[in-house]
């Protein structure tokens, strides 16, 4: 299983890669591993600014639909939209061409509440 060092993570299997003032977002390897094969990828709240921990999106499988929750208050600045056609590229490179969203942060200091790696390996288990 596949746990970058360098992102940090939430207890919902979302991965986040920070860059200034903008977080890059998707779900981690263990997350798209337990969906099995994402079919469908739906976010519908580009340019609104949402708290933590709200659904910004939905990732449909085969077998589910499981939503999508905002790691840090912000603002949704950009989609993946090769997902659209592609879904299946969060299967293939969850931590690279996978990414779902990437948003203005609205509030540093909830950074330190995401889970480091280590973190993140103890709560699957890895």
């Known amino acids: 299983m596949n ?9 919902d299997h979302e991965w986040v890669r920070i ?4 977080a890059t977002v998707g779900i981690t390897d263990f ?7 994402i079919v469908y990828v739906e ?10 921990e709200e659904v910004f999106g939905t990732v449909e499988a ?6 999508l ?15 659209e056609d592609e879904p299946e590229k969060v299967n293939a490179d969850p931590y690279g061409e996978g990414w779902m969203i990437k948003m203005k942060i609205g509030d540093a200091s909830e950074i330190g509440s995401l889970l ?4 993140y390996k103890e709560l699957v288990g890895a």
Do not use: C, H, R
């Open 3 to 11: 746990i970058p060092a360098e992102l940090k993570y939430t207890k």
């Open 19 to 22: 860059e200034g003032d903008t």
């Open 31 to 37: 997350a798209q591993g337990e969906l099995g094969d």
């Open 43 to 52: 976010v519908e709240t580009l340019d609104e600014t949402l708290d933590k």
């Open 62 to 67: 085969v077998k589910t639909v499981s939503d």
């Open 69 to 83: 929750f905002l790691p840090l208050s912000g603002t949704i600045v950009e989609v993946n939209e090769a997902l």
């Open 116 to 119: 480091s790696a280590e973190a």
